[in-house]
């Protein structure tokens, strides 16, 4: 058994951002478990609110899997000491979009940008760096980006 | 600001866009280098829209750090041994 060889398991980037707007920890959440259930490992990348809301509103771990500091995880990717094969930026303000252009300059990974808030369009507006742009105007109501990612499936591709 | 909070800094711009902040850097500052995101500034990685304008002035550094809720800030950083670093790097750019 020790023998033999194991596949690698594809792994996800979740690069969070302030979480001023409600959506983002259900839709964190929604999406670990379905890039989960597809056979990926989330990894979440975060300020320490961010993060911290996102582990308390999982106490039993059940969906939530490995957290990061962000600036570590830039610093990480920058040293190429570790790269992922998806990321997902949450992207609702200007920080946003640069922390999106900077995971598609540093990381191999294929990029989505998540884009929500109530200014979605001026936010998805500034994104000229390929990518997988899915936006949605969702503040309090995550449903119109969850249908969004939906009809993307991201964890498919 | 992980690092940076130790760091000696003034800020000259806050709660930017980064583009305001790289056209700050090239419309305020005679020397500027480009340089892609990751690029290490003293220990920290900047993150912005490549490319990233990295000011300088005599012995300051002026960069961009970009925090997920305040937006991009500009900061301007006292240190001769950077600056140096940083020139020379043009230079060779520009060879």
Redesign the interface.
Known sequence: MADEPTAKTSTALLV???P?VPVQTGIALYLINRLKKAGLTPVVA??K??NTLLVVSDPDRHYVGEVID??RA??L??DKKRDFDRCFVFVH???????A??MG??SGAKLYALVYGEHFEEQAKKID?PCTVIAAKAVHNPLPLKKAIDEVAPWAA | M?CVESMNYEIVLRDA??RESREYVRSNFKESIDV?????VFDV?V????PIAIGLDGDFVIFPY???????FLLRVEDREEAVRLRALKKVSRA
Do not use: E
């Open positions: 969070l951002g302030c001023q975060g300020n609110a961010a962000l600036d830039v610093g990717i920058s303000n200007d920080a946003g979009v640069t922390y252009a900077t300059a540093i760096f | 992980g866009t980064f892609q995101p990751g690029f290490k990685h993150i912005g829209l490549p970009t925090k997920p809720c305040h937006g991009t």
